[in-house]
């Protein structure tokens, strides 16, 4: 039996996908699908550097309230119940996924892919993409690590499935449903069911929580929410952050090997990408400040919701006419310094924590200790971006536990306690980098500059911070270096840059403060005593 037909079968059997009705197209080519979505979906170009243009629709950002996760018993002990990770009934999921095979069923064509979940193939899993357009399939053959001809003749079935439905509505009526849109995950079932969303984003993010639970519970792996590349000498580094914090940029350096800008893994033997591809912010994107990213956007690569000339196909990336969430999803062969396969045998030198501070009042760069490190990976302070997520039209402050929150499968404690673990055993620093605002709030301040931020990182490369020489930073209790290459010595200290009275700035500064150590009541019961003193302190009235 062909590949082909084998699919086409193990569809008809698990399914009840009608391939008699149905054309299906397995593992097309990058040609292919740029012809399909040209021919078949509405508002699909190429642009003038050869990328597919394409639009998600209403939904251009996740929908994070319409994420469900199914309560069985093989599962639900393990899993963090609560705001991030809502329980849903199985048979509410089939009905969804019922709906959803349905759907397909109509359908003139779907595509299927066959990818990986993670570059180790020791760990990885093998995932399998089941849409009715073309575009989310190219977007998955992007972010998906892509089979060779010799592994998909031995692929077999997939550990993992998902059916995109996404542009026929859920049955807000059902019991569980909020709204239209539904994002479910069924780990008895090893599968995931989207409906009433075209946000391609929901897949890989899909993915990653899956890789959030499989990793740690089944292989004693952490999974982490993190950026990750590799010096000359061999030196690995992993950025922590969420979207819009700098993780993709900051890691995209040109005098080190990329091993991934989001998604991995820290097993026994190292570091290893989750992802073949890389998933990049495009709102203001320019060739003098991310040159890597901006050339990376070539054929084979998907550009979701930008805006263009007609006549030049050239694309503005400072129009957010659609979205401030514009992005691109493209091969991360198309990274030209990329390490391949994505994969160290090094454990991590530095551990290097991104904040987005919208109240101005974090340092640059601080040197942290274990316990502040610890304390800060719990707390995952920072700021949700404009487009990141529907809703959100301007950075808000937040708190997102392992820089991670929405993604989290099991309770943040769990991770963190892998990650202590790992960072006492290889010896790693650990930094924390504000790449937000210095001078003062949101609105006030000035974002801090890309190129003082890429001078901070440049600096832990090169061992300057390690040997600086440094001053405490009050009420935060952090570590500041008094210079580093490359940036003005005055912002590296934020209460010299502040735009305002004394008075305004120590508010300003003791009421994040209290934010953090207001969050941080939650995880107290699971807490040292030596990282609970690793937070803020506020003076004594």
């Known amino acids: 039996m062909s590949p082909q ?5 193990e569809l008809h059997e698990n399914a009840h996908i009608d391939y008699s009705h149905v054309s299906i197209t397995w593992n097309p080519s990058v040609a292919q699908l740029y012809e399909d979505a040209l021919k078949y979906e509405e508002g699909s170009a190429i642009s003038s550097t050869g990328a597919l243009v394409t639009a998600s629709g209403n939904k251009t950002g996740r929908s994070p309230k319409d994420k469900r996760i199914v309560d069985e018993p093989g599962s639900s002990k393990d899993i963090w119940w609560g705001p991030v990770n809502t329980k849903l009934p199985e048979h509410v999921f089939l009905i969804n996924r019922e709906r959803a095979v349905d759907y397909l069923n109509t359908r003139k064509r779907i595509y299927v892919f066959d990818g990986f979940a993670g570059w180790d193939p020791k760990y990885r899993i093998k995932v399998r993409v089941i849409s009715a357009r073309a575009y989310h399939s190219l977007f998955m ?4 690590i892509r089979p060779t001809e010799e592994e998909l003749e031995s692929y077999g079935s997939p550990d993992f499935t998902i059916y995109n439905a996404g542009a026929f509505p859920a049955n807000r009526y059902t019991t569980g449903m909020t709204s239209t849109t539904s994002v479910a995950i069924n780990f008895h079932m090893n599968e995931m069911v989207i409906l009433g969303t075209e946000y391609a984003g929901e897949m890989k993010k899909g993915i990653f929580s899956v890789m959030h639970y499989y990793m740690p519970i089944k292989h004693n792996v952490l999974s982490l ?4 590349n590799e010096g000359p000498n061999g030196d690995v580094s992993i950025f922590f952050g969420l979207s819009g914090t700098g993780k993709t940029t900051l890691s995209a350096d040109p005098k080190r090997s990329l091993i991934g800008d989001d998604e991995h893994c820290w097993s026994d ?7 073949g591809g890389c998933y990049a912010k495009c709102i203001h ?3 003098e400040k991310e040159p890597e990213i901006f050339n990376a956007i070539r054929f084979g690569s998907v550009l ?3 805006i263009y000339d007609p006549h030049s196909r050239i694309v503005n990336y400072d129009d957010d006419a659609l979205t401030e969430n514009t992005r691109c999803a493209y091969p991360i062969e198309h990274i030209p310094n990329a390490k391949i396969p994505c994969i160290s045998s090094n454990h991590p030198k530095n551990i290097i924590l991104l904040t987005c501070d919208a109240y101005g009042v974090l340092p640059p760069v601080s040197k942290l200790t274990s316990a502040q490190a610890m304390y800060h990976f719990i707390s995952g302070y920072t700021a949700k971006i404009a487009g990141t997520e529907e809703g959100v039209t301007e950075p808000e402050a937040t708190f997102s536990a392992c820089f991670g929150q929405p993604f989290l499968v099991l309770h943040p404690a769990r991770y963190a306690k892998m990650l202590a673990e790992r960072m006492e055993r290889h010896s790693a620093d650990a930094w924390l980098v504000n790449t937000g605002w210095n001078g003062g709030a949101y609105g006030v301040g000035e974002r801090i500059k890309l190129k003082y931020s890429r001078a901070i990182i440049d600096a832990i490369h090169t061992g300057e911070l ?8 009050d009420v935060f209790n952090l570590q500041i270096p008094t210079s580093c290459t490359g940036v003005p010595s005055e912002i590296l200290n934020p209460s010299k840059t502040w ?3 004394e008075e305004s700035y120590i508010k300003t500064r003791n009421l994040l403060a209290q934010r953090f150590i207001e969050n941080y009541m939650q995880y107290e019961d699971q807490a040292s005593p030596e990282v609970l003193l690793a937070g803020p302190i506020l003076p004594s009235v």
């Open 5 to 9: 037909r084998r699919v086409e079968e």
């Open 141 to 144: 053959r992007n972010m998906l």
């Open 225 to 228: 929410h993190s950026s990750a």
């Open 269 to 275: 033997n190292g570091i290893f990408n989750i992802e």
């Open 285 to 287: 994107l320019a060739p």
């Open 304 to 306: 979701e919701n930008v």
């Open 466 to 473: 390690a040997n600086a020489k440094y001053e405490l930073y």
């Open 499 to 501: 735009k305002g009275s």
